[in-house]
């Protein structure tokens, strides 16, 4: 699998591409504060080329990320709109509770109850769910999931469905890795257990984005750039859509890909499965 050209810039390939489909931690925040070079890049490109749509693995509702974005310094006027998996396990939530209240276990921090907040839905423990909402670790500055071994296995033994608001295995926060909830999902896999994914790499949320950019553009969007950091979602994802993708070098996979070279890059890839047409350092203009 041949490897990526590597950009100094996105002005280099950005009169290609009439929309972004960019990915949010790892490339426009580090989970503590923006990175100004990539808030910069897309400010320029919605002046000179197209609309911006973020799209994100976060587990929580767009309110919420606009919230995040106001203490991390991301301004608005650097995208049109936001897409995130969150939302769409929301809509799912919403569909399931329909016709009563639905009792639910719900695996992640209470930060991330903004999900379900004012559904009709009851959190109840594992031995009385219909059902399991996955949204993180409830300590992900501590523990892995391993120490979910003993709970997975006995959801696996009543056959519930787990829910994964968030397809990440892991995310950037400052220059440390935290387990996303994608890792407890993917250990439930490997348990025998069902999961129902929301977010990258699966299609849904790349037709979400691309109508919320239709409708920024009022216009169709004929050749759109996905940007990201994560080879197993956002290139992936991109791959799948059918879409051209940019990678972004010093995000999850900094340490794993090490100096950015065409060798380094082509290895990576390689173990992925994924092809991108570009790859930068960090996203700048």
Not at 210 to 216: F, T
Not at 254 to 262: F, H, I, K, S
Request: with cysteine; aromatic share 6%.
């Amino acid at each position: 699998m041949s490897s990526p050209s590597i950009l100094a810039g996105l002005s280099e390939i950005a009169p290609d591409y009439d929309a972004l489909i960019c990915d949010v931690w790892g490339v426009l925040h580090n989970g503590q504060q923006a990175r100004a070079p990539a808030v910069d890049a897309l400010q320029r490109f919605r002046k000179t080329r197209g609309p911006v749509v973020l799209l994100s693995n976060a587990p929580r509702p767009i309110s919420a990320v606009i919230e995040q974005f106001t203490r991390f310094g991301v301004p608005p006027d650097s995208y049109d709109a936001i897409v995130t998996s969150g939302a769409a396990a929301r809509e799912d939530l919403k569909r399931r509770a329909e016709s009563a209240r639905l009792p639910m276990l719900h695996l992640g921090p209470e930060r991330d109850r903004g999900v379900f907040e004012g559904l009709p839905i009851d959190c109840v423990d594992a031995a009385h769910a219909k059902v399991v909402l996955c949204t993180g670790l409830y300590d992900d500055d501590h523990e892995t999931p391993d120490d979910y071994r003993q709970t997975l296995a006995d959801l696996k033994a009543r056959g519930l469905v787990m829910l994964c608001a968030n397809p990440d295995i892991v995310v950037q926060r400052g220059t440390t890795l935290l387990y996303c909830a994608g890792a407890i999902a993917r250990l439930y896999e490997d348990m025998g257990g069902e999961v129902v994914y929301y977010g990258k790499p699966h299609l849904p949320v790349y037709e979400m984005s691309l109508a919320k950019a239709r409708a920024a553009a009022g216009r169709d969007i004929a050749k759109p750039l996905a940007i990201g950091d994560g080879l197993a979602t956002d290139i992936k994802g991109a791959n799948r859509a059918g879409m051209d993708a940019l990678f972004i070098a010093d995000g999850v996979h900094g340490e794993e890909l090490g100096a950015v070279t065409a060798e380094n890059l082509a290895r990576i890839f390689a173990k992925a499965g994924v092809s991108a047409r570009a790859a930068m350092q960090a996203l700048v203009w």
